[in-house]
């Protein structure tokens, strides 16, 4: 790979990260303690020997949990944690991330950056095919990024502005123009995809890992609206295919022969169950039916957190992460189109409570948006730069008086029903029920909860069926940036109606960033300044940790500083 002097230094400060969707714990959007540095391993496996035959165990099947099915298994329509998990083990980017958080090659064999860090040059790799043989070409690449941004595309990908990045993708996607060769994204041949950037963006590497920026198999894709629903339609290019799926009860693949590293996949077989209990999955993992539980792919209840913790010392880790987990507010409907109605919530409920007597896994709580392991500048994190006390205290009178006006303003005597929407799940539902309960005796307001099966839920918050919601947020990459472009005028991720001229302008500003990184990073705190502290758009409640049990004889299982897993690697010792 040849990279330019001032490109290295650049991503040397701002530090290029990885993807998720959506995600903390299970069932996050992205991607939902001992503290560890961003790329190691899940259970130590940095420092480990490599798999050797005489190690190894004869059935190579690693078996897991997930706490929802993927809504969807095509790359361009997923936004969440668990669609993130199955499609890691089905494709691959142009770019993979290493145990380190670095990006290094995968569908691309090496790739070039121009002098002033606009164009990318990617080689494809020779020997890549998809799982039915087909080469893997530069087109794969141009087909699968067209079909993103296509505004014609149904349903319209959420995650369309992550090629934002891409010179004439935006107006492309927008319907400025209907030309797609003004977009900067062209087969060279077949073997050399070309990528003009807009401005420079030092985590582009990290992006094109993305599943977003997943290719996929054009003759496939083309007239089957179903392709991604079925195993025997999909056709990857990614260490596993798809071999079963019976809608809520399992999934399973098989490794890819057709892979063009298969000879260092050790796992013969995925197997996943999808059991939305974390108390029953818990009882898979300690009765050996399971070989890793937890988040990502699913959750401990919280109240067997710490007992396990000591029971399975060697086996339970809690991670400090690059999440967050907030609710946000639907700011166009009653009564939340009220601003100090929703700083009134936000400042009523007790942070440092829930993390003691409810989620119990060690979190952080959180005023802002932006997680404390999201890198800043010179060794600072973002949060050290710009911390989020100044944002606003937690105060209960002034909550209340907040309130009173708010009310006074829309002309309320008593508050409309208000309904609190959360996602199936035993540690959701804990949390929901807790702050309502702190909602009542601050505030006098009596909340209703709600809880939605994961997809459900993802299209009640995506057509804004809701008034408030809880969300979570995992890093796509380490900047600031993967927070804080969601909440743009329009933004495919935008649940909460916001808008403001002078929100999008500072992302546009940072986005052009240019070599006064200070300056950059201060027009993204200035952001976050609007939509928290000025306008109360979402409502922080503490940054992620993740919990995670391993079994001793699984090895090769990776994590990133997100908290994003991959198994691709793993494999199974004797035992």
Not at 40 to 62: F, K, V
Not at 79 to 90: E, G, I, K, V, Y
Not at 316 to 329: D, P, Q, R
């Amino acid at each position: 790979m040849k990279k330019k002097s001032w490109m290295l230094l650049l991503t040397l400060v701002l530090v290029i990260g990885t993807v998720l969707a959506g995600c903390g714990s299970a069932n996050e959007t992205n991607t939902d303690s001992a503290a560890t540095a961003p790329g190691t391993t899940d259970n130590g496996n940095a420092s480990e020997p490599a798999a050797t035959d005489a190690n190894l165990a004869a059935d190579q099947t690693l078996s897991l949990n997930l706490t929802a099915e993927p809504p969807t298994l095509d790359p361009a329509q997923a936004q969440d944690s668990q669609s993130n998990t199955a499609l890691r083990f089905m494709y691959e980017g142009l770019a993979t991330i290493d145990a380190e958080g670095n990006p290094v090659p995968g569908a691309a064999e090496s790739w070039d950056v121009s002098e002033d860090g606009l164009t990318y040059t990617f080689k494809m790799r020779e020997g890549a095919t998809w799982s039915n043989g087909d080469p893997v070409t530069a087109n794969d690449f141009v087909y699968a990024w067209q079909r993103v941004l296509n505004p014609e595309t149904v349903p319209a990908p959420v995650y369309a502005y992550q090629l934002y990045y891409i010179e004439g993708a935006e107006a492309y996607n927008t319907g400025e123009t209907t030309d797609f060769s003004t977009v900067g994204v062209k087969a060279v041949d077949e073997k050399t995809l070309e990528v003009k950037l807009t401005n420079p963006t030092p985590y582009f590497l990290g992006l094109t890992s993305f599943y977003t920026l997943y290719p996929v198999h054009q003759s496939t894709v083309e007239g089957n609206n179903a392709w991604a629903t079925k195993p025997e339609s999909m056709v990857v290019n990614g260490p596993f295919t798809m071999t079963s799926w019976t809608s809520g009860s399992e999934m399973g693949w098989t490794k890819n022969e057709n892979y063009w590293d298969a000879d260092n996949i050790k796992l013969s077989n995925i197997t996943a169950t999808i059991v939305n209990s974390g108390a029953t999955e818990t009882a898979k993992y300690q009765g050996g039916e399971i070989d890793y539980a937890g988040a990502p792919t699913g959750e401990i209840p919280t109240d067997q957190i710490q007992p396990l913790s000591q029971q399975l010392a060697d086996e339970f880790k809690l991670t400090n992460i690059a999440s967050t987990y907030y609710y946000e507010f639907n700011t166009e409907v009653e009564p939340f189109n009220n601003e100090k109605i929703r700083k009134a919530f936000a400042m009523s409920i007790d942070r440092q409570s829930l993390i003691d007597n409810v989620t119990k896994a060690s979190q952080t709580p959180a005023y802002g948006f932006v997680p404390t392991s999201i890198a800043g500048l010179n060794g600072q994190s973002f949060r050290d730069m710009h911390p989020d006390s100044e944002y606003f205290k937690e105060d209960a009178a002034q909550a209340k008086q907040l309130l009173e006006e708010g009310m006074k303003e829309e002309g309320y005597t008593t508050l409309p029903p208000i309904t609190l929407l959360y996602n199936t799940s035993e540690n959701h539902q804990k949390l929901a029920l807790a702050v309502a309960d702190m909602w009542k005796k601050n505030l006098g307001v009596e909340i209703q909860t709600r809880n939605e099966e994961w997809s459900v839920f993802l299209e009640s918050r995506k057509t804004g069926n809701f008034q408030i919601a809880r969300a979570g947020w995992s890093a796509d990459y380490n900047d600031p940036m993967t927070y804080m472009d969601m909440f743009v005028s329009g933004g495919g991720n935008n649940n909460t109606g916001y808008a403001d001229p002078a929100y999008d302008k500072l992302i546009e500003e940072a986005y052009k960033g240019g070599n006064d990184l200070e300056k950059r990073m201060q027009d993204m705190a200035d952001a976050e300044k609007l939509l928290i502290q000025e306008n109360m758009v979402i409502m922080p409640v503490y940054y992620y940790t993740q919990a995670s049990l391993t079994k001793p004889y699984l090895k090769g299982v990776t994590t990133d500083f997100s908290g994003a897993i991959d198994f691709t690697r793993a494999y199974l010792e004797e035992h």
